[in-house]
């Protein structure tokens, strides 16, 4: 069984910061791809930012320039950085993970962590 556990939301006012971690743990022989996505209530579930195992990173343009994205691959974690935080950050946040078990790979999700942004 593979768990993914999600940390460091809250409550903030525009313009401070938050960060988010997300570690994996279970029967994991490597993870590739990680990210992060994120769903306002009434929309879509939507991609803020993906990290390779390698490090390479794609970030959804409305986060571009404000959000970083890292992992740390011997904890199996990785972070989401958030700076400059508009009211339109205001969502629920999940962590996606590519996990390599007994030579397959699935996709897992975290239960999510709620950020909210005051104006």
């Known amino acids: 069984q593979v768990q993914l556990v999600e940390s460091g939301g809250g409550l903030v006012q525009a313009g401070g910061s938050l960060r988010l971690s997300c570690a994996a743990s279970g029967n994991i022989l490597s993870v590739n791809d990680m990210g992060w996505y994120r769903q306002a209530p009434g929309k879509q579930r939507e991609l803020v930012a993906a990290?390779?195992?390698?490090?390479?990173?794609n970030y959804a343009d409305s986060v571009k320039g404000r959000f970083t994205i890292s992992r740390d691959n011997a904890k199996n974690t990785v972070y989401l950085q958030m700076n400059s935080l508009k009211p339109e950050d205001t969502a629920v946040y999940f962590c996606n993970a590519n996990v390599i078990r007994f030579g397959n790979s699935a996709n897992y999700w975290g239960q999510g962590t709620q950020v909210t942004v005051s104006s």
């Open positions: 990290i390779t195992r390698g490090g390479s990173t």
